[in-house]
C-alpha cells in the first residue's frame, strides 16, 4: 500500500515557475515508477512526465523542454519543476505510483493567470 500527498499548487502568472512535490509512505519507493498527470476541467487526465525506478525520464510534448521531473528516493519524494507556465497548464496535478498496483494522491490545483 502506498499513499501519495501533493503539495506545492497555487496561483502562478504566466511565464513564472511552480515546483509540484509528491510525498509517498510505505516501502520501496524507489522501485516503483513515478508519473505526474493532470486533469483540466472538461478534459481527461493526461499523462505529463514519469520517471522509471533508475531515473529515466519521458515526457508529454506540452512538457518537453519546460518540465523536469526528478525522485529523491531517499526522501521517497518525486518533483516536477515546472518553468515558463502558460495558462494551457491550468490543471489539477495528480502524482502517480506505479508497479504491480497503481496508486494515486488526492491532487495538486495549479492555475496560471494574470
Known amino acids: 500500500q502506498v499513499q501519495l500527498v501533493e503539495s506545492g499548487g497555487g496561483l502562478v502568472q504566466p511565464g513564472g515557475s511552480l515546483r509540484l512535490s509528491c510525498a509517498a509512505s510505505g516501502s520501496m519507493f524507489s522501485i516503483y515508477i513515478m508519473g505526474w498527470y493532470r486533469q483540466a476541467p472538461g478534459k481527461q487526465r493526461e499523462l505529463v512526465a514519469v520517471?522509471?525506478?533508475?531515473?529515466?525520464?519521458n515526457y508529454a510534448d506540452s512538457a518537453k523542454s519546460r518540465f523536469t521531473i526528478s525522485r529523491d528516493n531517499a526522501k521517497n519524494t518525486v518533483y516536477l519543476q515546472m518553468n515558463s507556465l502558460k495558462p494551457e497548464d491550468t490543471a489539477v496535478y495528480y502524482c502517480?505510483?506505479?508497479?504491480?498496483?497503481?496508486?494515486w494522491g488526492q491532487g495538486t490545483q495549479v492555475t496560471v493567470s494574470s
Open positions: 520517471i522509471s525506478s533508475g531515473g529515466s525520464t
Open positions: 502517480n505510483a506505479k508497479k504491480t498496483y497503481t496508486y
